[in-house]
């Protein structure tokens, strides 16, 4: 019994490495882009992050976090970005009890979704960890409710006609 759990234990891990996509197909993926596009002027890596966060955390539980990071301050003599300054959040992404993080990209683990950050936040930003969304985080981000509300109609999964209904 405990090897059985061992080896459910690594496959887990072993999966947590991959993504696993927040949009079931393209249409549902441009739907959402779209609506925040008409709504908010921008989508969920430049500037809806806390509003498509909320979306996701109404659908799916967990904890609404941030990766935090510091700004470049300067390239060193070999042309090598410097950081510098306190540590600011730079995007927000759902963290659940499991170890994973999920943001518009898909869902896998908060390690991968580090490094995921930190490709597209380079040179302008350093990605060094997570923290909870605390008052005056990405206070530019919008929060509406009515974006969230239409968000999570978008997201949320058809129900299929194959599994009974309650």
Same mark, same amino acid.
């Given at each position: ?34 609506? /925040?596009?008409? !709504?908010? $002027? ?7 992050? &806390?509003?498509?966060?909320? #979306? @996701? +955390? ?54 991968? /979704?580090?490094? !995921?950050? $930190? ?7 350093? &990605?060094?960890?997570?923290? #909870? @969304? +605390? ?32």
């Amino acid at each position: 019994m405990a090897l059985r759990k061992i080896r459910w234990q690594q496959f887990l891990m072993a999966n947590l490495e991959r993504n696993v996509p927040v949009f079931s197909n393209d249409a549902q993926r441009d739907a959402v882009y779209q609506r /925040m596009e008409e !709504r908010i $002027a921008c989508g969920p890596f430049d500037g809806g992050c &806390v509003a498509f966060a909320m #979306a @996701l +955390q109404q659908i799916h539980g967990g904890d609404i976090m941030v990766v935090e990071g510091r700004s470049l301050s300067r390239l060193d003599t070999f042309r090598q970005p410097v950081y510098r300054g306190a540590l600011m959040a730079q995007h927000a992404i759902v963290v659940f009890p499991d170890g994973t993080a999920m943001d518009a990209d898909g869902r896998c683990s908060v390690k991968l /979704m580090l490094r !995921r950050t $930190a490709r597209w936040t380079h040179p302008i930003a350093s &990605v060094e960890g997570i923290r #909870a @969304l +605390q008052d005056g985080d990405l206070e530019d981000a919008p929060r509406d409710a009515a974006l969230i509300h239409e968000l999570v109609a978008l997201l949320r999964p058809a129900p299929s006609f194959d599994s009974p209904t309650p």
